[in-house]
């Protein structure tokens, strides 16, 4: 932008100088880079995004950007001794978003620095243990930690204001220390050990999921009235219990295990996806009673790899008892 043209500004105009756009945002996303030693870091930088190059250190021009607040290195070659300086510039400070995910970290770094953080990523690394959470701040409403090799749910409970928490792949066996969490909305715990659901009394949380787990039972349930989604596909549970008193349930996966009924879901008015497949319903009568309540809504319903769907005219039948349905199975209807 010209100075001096209607910006009363007449030294500059006089000088015919141009007045530099300010940077707030610099993507380098899957340059391949390997340092950045040829690229021009500008001071007033609020966004650096850095995902998918093959950095192994942290340029220290990084620890002199104050307006700072996005930081992502997703998709790199960082280590714990590589990242360790990041945690000691106190001139970004005031980052509220840093993510390290997928690089080669063993340890949660120190981010005790960060005051005002909201979101952490160190999801897709080699940590065997949440040591160190402690130290993040009470800020944060994201928390991401999923593909790693975390055993125990611990040093979660000062995160009041938490939000989300991504902690799916790991090696956890126990749902636990969750009761602080009273702002939590969305819990991520797919493919883990766990044989028993304690949601450890959350009332406020909107979407489950335990897919890929060792459960056996949906006990546990009962209290998170508030829930909206829940995803239990790939267990091995038996029966549909505990779920009548979830009114505001709108998505439902229970694929993959080994239901031989559809029940205690005929109060849920609000329900649109039924995903039912791979389960071991004999056939389709009863279904229109069990699913009475969500008649109106219901849009979608996968039963495909149950006996009940070798029934003659088996879509037919269904788009009869449901008439808002556009997807039966994988098939999209007319």
């Not at 209607?6 to 390997?34: F, K, R, W």
């Not at 930081?71 to 106190?90: E, G, H, I, K």
């Not at 596909?233 to 505990?242: D, L």
Request: proline share 4%; hydrophobic share 40%.
């Amino acid at each position: 932008m010209a100075s001096g043209e209607g910006t009363g500004d007449s030294n500059a105009a006089g000088a015919g100088m141009e007045v530099p756009e300010v940077e707030l945002c610099l993507d380098l996303t899957s340059c391949q880079l390997h340092d950045l030693s040829e690229v021009e870091i500008p001071p007033t930088l609020e966004e650096l995004d850095l995902t998918a190059n093959r950095l192994t250190a942290v340029d220290p021009r990084i620890g002199h950007l104050p307006r700072l607040r996005k930081l992502s290195f997703r998709q790199n070659l960082l280590d714990d001794d590589a990242v360790a300086p990041l945690f000691t510039w106190d001139a970004i400070a005031g980052l509220q978003e840093i993510v390290l995910r997928d690089n080669k970290l063993i340890k949660i770094p120190d981010a005790s620095i960060f005051k005002g953080l909201l979101v952490f990523d160190v999801s897709f690394n080699e940590l065997s243990s949440l040591n160190g959470l402690s130290k993040v701040s009470s800020t944060v409403k994201e928390l991401y930690f999923s593909k790693n090799e975390v055993p125990k749910m611990e040093e979660l409970e000062h995160f009041h204001a938490l939000e989300l928490l991504e902690l799916g792949s790991n090696r956890l066996r126990v749902m636990e220390n969750l009761e602080t969490l009273t702002n939590l909305q969305e819990l991520w715990l797919g493919r883990n050990r766990i044989r028993t659901i304690n949601l450890c009394g959350l009332k406020s949380i909107k979407k489950i999921s335990l897919q890929s787990n060792r459960l056996t039972s949906m006990n546990g349930l009962q209290e998170c009235v508030a829930l909206e989604e829940l995803y239990l596909s790939h267990n091995g549970i038996q029966k549909m219990e505990g779920l009548s008193m979830l009114q505001n349930l709108r998505v439902l996966d229970v694929s993959s295990n080994k239901l031989t009924a559809i029940e205690d879901i005929e109060p849920l008015t609000r329900l649109e996806d039924l995903w039912l497949n791979d389960n071991q319903i004999p056939s389709l009568s009863g279904i229109e009673s069990a699913l009475s309540g969500s008649r109106e809504k219901l849009t979608t319903i996968y039963l495909e790899r149950n006996p009940c769907a070798k029934t003659p005219n088996y879509s037919s039948t269904l788009k009869e008892m449901f008439p808002n349905l556009e997807q039966i199975d994988s098939d999209m209807l007319a």
